[in-house]
């Protein structure tokens, strides 16, 4: 239990659904990120939001849509997916006390996403 | 964002030292070195970091070179549970969150 919660677990949906996903964590940190990784694949980091503010978006397609609406809580609203878009969805998060590059990182165990 | 260089995989037998190296020539004066794995079906897991000297924790050790262009995570007595995806990465201690990068990582194999 790493502290980083995700929810649901597993999600299937149709290329027509709305679903969102969501993460939360009560480890008092100061950054929150969105991974995704298709099988095989590296991670590959979507969003990351500093002080609930985007500083990150690593030109993901608009059919995933983050939120952040407060410092424990992340969203992932997804809309119109395609099948290439199932992947484990990872949510981390990190503290900043000295400075982000000296804290370590806590991952939710995923979220196994099947777009049908 | 740095990069690093990590063998593809490598296997080791239970109960014996593993040394994973990871190269990072590029590294600047702000970057810590990180080690993550992913076991099977998991989030990644944070395993130790360090900036200059060697680390030591639970988990594992880190040796990081003089000249901080490679590092070594090394895992003392390898178990089956240690089969996994080990990540050496590089933040940056001076910017701000967006730098959490992921490679390919190195596929341990522990043979029993």
């Known amino acids: 239990e790493t502290g980083v919660t995700q929810t649901p677990r597993h999600l299937v949906m149709g290329m027509t659904n709305k679903k969102s996903l969501k993460c939360e964590q009560h480890?008092?940190?100061?950054?929150m990120y969105w991974y995704k990784q298709s099988a095989k694949k590296p991670l590959e980091l979507m969003f990351v939001?500093?002080?609930?503010?985007?500083?990150e978006n690593n030109s993901v397609p608009s059919r995933f849509s983050p939120e952040c609406p407060n410092s424990s809580h992340l969203f992932l609203h997804l809309h119109t997916l395609q099948p290439e878009d199932s992947a484990l969805y990872l949510c981390?998060?990190?503290?900043?006390?000295?400075?982000?590059?000296?804290?370590?990182?806590?991952f939710g165990q995923g979220t196994r996403l099947t777009v049908v | 964002d740095a990069k690093t260089t990590q063998p593809n995989s490598m296997e080791s037998n239970e109960e014996e030292p593993v040394h994973l190296p990871c190269n990072h020539s590029t590294i600047s004066g702000t970057d810590y070195i990180h080690w993550y794995r992913q076991l099977p079906s998991q989030g990644p897991e944070y395993v130790i970091h360090?900036?200059?000297s060697n680390v030591n924790n639970r988990m594992a050790s880190l040796a990081i070179a003089e000249d901080r262009k490679s590092s070594t995570l090394i895992l003392h007595r390898a178990t089956l549970r240690d089969a996994a995806v080990y990540y050496c990465?590089?933040?940056?201690?001076?910017?701000?969150?967006?730098?959490?990068?992921f490679g390919t990582g190195t596929r341990l194999t522990v043979i029993p």
């Open positions: 480890l008092g940190h100061n950054a």
């Open positions: 939001y500093s002080l609930e503010e985007r500083v």
């Open positions: 360090g900036l200059t």
């Open positions: 981390a998060s990190s503290p900043s006390q000295g400075g982000f590059g000296n804290t370590e990182a806590f």
């Open positions: 990465i590089l933040r940056d201690g001076e910017t701000g969150a967006n730098n959490l990068f």
